[in-house]
């Protein structure tokens, strides 16, 4: 079966960076882009960006481009998102989700969610 | 920017239907996907494109949409099906509506 399994939770400082990964199985890795999203405590779900990871082509959100960077290991089916920069408002449970393939951009398998606490 | 309005909050009594809504300029015309998300859990696809449901997804599960607004429809509610609600389409980024809570009375 298709399964997304991240990495585990993070506590990182104000300014640093935090790299979350997520490993694929049950399924061509590169068959399907991967999208990454986020949701703060309480909050509503943030989309951040996808990565194809045939090409290792990316496309991020507005609200983060600079400041975020998506890329993948084909040999290991594994995708991973940095975050830079941070701050309180990037506190959140990240996700990664597969892309349902039909080119109209929904996830059909989401990873369990990785926390992010920064904190000084 | 693209903005999908739902309501925050429905509630509903068991063996009734649940219509969750999601307004949007012409949203007819997009593809929307609908995510259920229960406390402390990753979100789960339950229905995408115009009424589509993944394997192991209830039939009670629905979708529809006119111009401006998408629905999804729970019938003959469950207390299971007490969560959370997300609408999402594509407008040159992923956008996600801001989430419906579901309180099964």
């Known amino acids: 079966q298709v399964q997304l399994v991240q990495s585990g939770p993070e506590v990182k400082k104000p300014g640093a960076s935090v790299k979350v990964s997520c490993k694929t199985s049950?399924?061509?890795?590169?068959?399907?882009?991967m999208h990454w999203v986020r949701q703060a405590p309480g909050q509503g779900l943030e989309w951040m960006g996808w990565?194809?990871?045939?090409?290792?082509?990316?496309k991020y959100a507005q609200k983060f481009q600079g400041r975020v960077s998506m890329t993948r290991d084909t040999s290991i089916s594994t995708a991973y998102m940095e975050l830079s920069g941070l701050t309180s408002d990037d506190m959140a449970v990240y996700y990664c989700?597969?892309?349902?393939?039909?080119?109209?951009?929904?996830?059909?398998?989401w990873g369990q969610g990785t926390k992010v606490t920064v904190s000084s | 920017s693209y903005v999908l309005t739902q309501p925050p909050s429905l509630s509903v009594a068991p063996g009734k239907t649940a219509r969750i809504t999601c307004g949007g300029n012409n949203i007819g015309s997009k593809s929307v996907y609908w995510y259920q998300q229960k406390p402390g859990q990753a979100p789960v696809l339950v229905v995408y494109?115009?009424?589509g449901r993944p394997s192991g997804i209830p039939e009670r599960f629905s979708g529809s949409k006119s111009y401006n607004t998408a629905t999804l429809t729970i019938s003959r509610v469950e207390a299971g099906d007490e969560a959370d609600y997300y609408c999402q389409v594509w407008d040159g980024e992923v956008v996600f509506g801001g989430g419906t809570k579901l309180t099964v009375l």
């Open positions: 049950g399924y061509t890795f590169t068959g399907h882009y």
């Open positions: 494109g115009i009424s």
């Open positions: 990565i194809n990871p045939y090409s290792g082509g990316t």
């Open positions: 989700g597969r892309d349902e393939g039909s080119t109209s951009w929904g996830v059909d398998v």
